[in-house]
């Protein structure tokens, strides 16, 4: 079931996205950065100030009591794209991937969008991760044409979009 993220899942959350990023971001961001800086405990305390500070909407998904995967939505962050309602992350431990998680957290996020009045979602994609972006395209999401540099990591994000309704 997919519901809010509370204090009491943070610990869970950080450790699915240190290991998500390990995992799609492995020879596409540099070892240095997925395995000496980012870390679980500093992911903790941006997820608990994420939660309690800025009440972010941050989602989980949970299975017999086990946190499978996270992602944060909103309004679109982008300029361009005021209107439009934003996929801002979305992670499923790579332990349990391939069992349909993903789709759900999708599914949930585009309900959410439509009960919130939105007509279409966003979404950011490193251009290099296949594997994201050949999920997302199956989910019925397409490039936007539009791509930005990330400074941070010398690679390239691309945008995908979906009208919903």
Request: charged share 30%; with cysteine.
């Given at each position: 079931?997919?519901?809010?993220?509370?204090?009491?899942?943070?610990?869970?959350i950080?450790?699915?996205?240190v290991?998500?990023?390990?995992?799609?971001?492995?020879?596409?961001i540099?070892?240095d950065?997925l395995?000496k800086?980012?870390n679980?405990?500093d992911?903790?305390?941006a997820?608990k100030?994420?939660?309690?500070?800025?009440?972010e909407?941050?989602?989980i998904?949970?299975?017999?009591?086990?946190v499978?995967?996270?992602?944060?939505?909103?309004?679109?962050?982008?300029?361009?794209?005021?209107?439009?309602?934003?996929?801002?992350?979305l992670?499923?431990?790579p332990?349990?991937?391939?069992n349909?998680?993903?789709?759900?957290?999708i599914?949930?996020?585009?309900?959410?969008?439509?009960?919130?009045?939105?007509?279409?979602?966003?979404?950011?994609?490193?251009?290099e991760?296949l594997i994201g972006?050949n999920?997302?395209?199956?989910m019925?999401?397409?490039?936007?044409g539009?791509r930005?540099y990330l400074d941070?990591?010398?690679l390239?994000e691309?945008?995908?979009?979906?009208?919903i309704?």
């Amino acid at each position: 079931m997919v519901r809010k993220a509370t204090l009491g899942d943070v610990c869970r959350i950080a450790e699915i996205h240190v290991m998500g990023w390990r995992f799609a971001y492995r020879n596409l961001i540099s070892d240095d950065y997925l395995f000496k800086t980012m870390n679980v405990p500093d992911r903790i305390n941006a997820f608990k100030r994420a939660i309690s500070e800025r009440n972010e909407d941050v989602y989980i998904f949970e299975e017999n009591g086990i946190v499978k995967a996270f992602m944060i939505i909103g309004p679109c962050r982008d300029a361009d794209r005021t209107s439009s309602f934003e996929l801002w992350g979305l992670y499923v431990d790579p332990f349990m991937l391939r069992n349909g998680i993903g789709t759900k957290m999708i599914n949930y996020c585009e309900q959410r969008a439509r009960e919130l009045g939105y007509s279409d979602v966003v979404l950011w994609v490193l251009e290099e991760n296949l594997i994201g972006r050949n999920f997302y395209t199956k989910m019925g999401y397409e490039f936007a044409g539009t791509r930005k540099y990330l400074d941070k990591f010398g690679l390239y994000e691309v945008r995908y979009h979906k009208t919903i309704g």
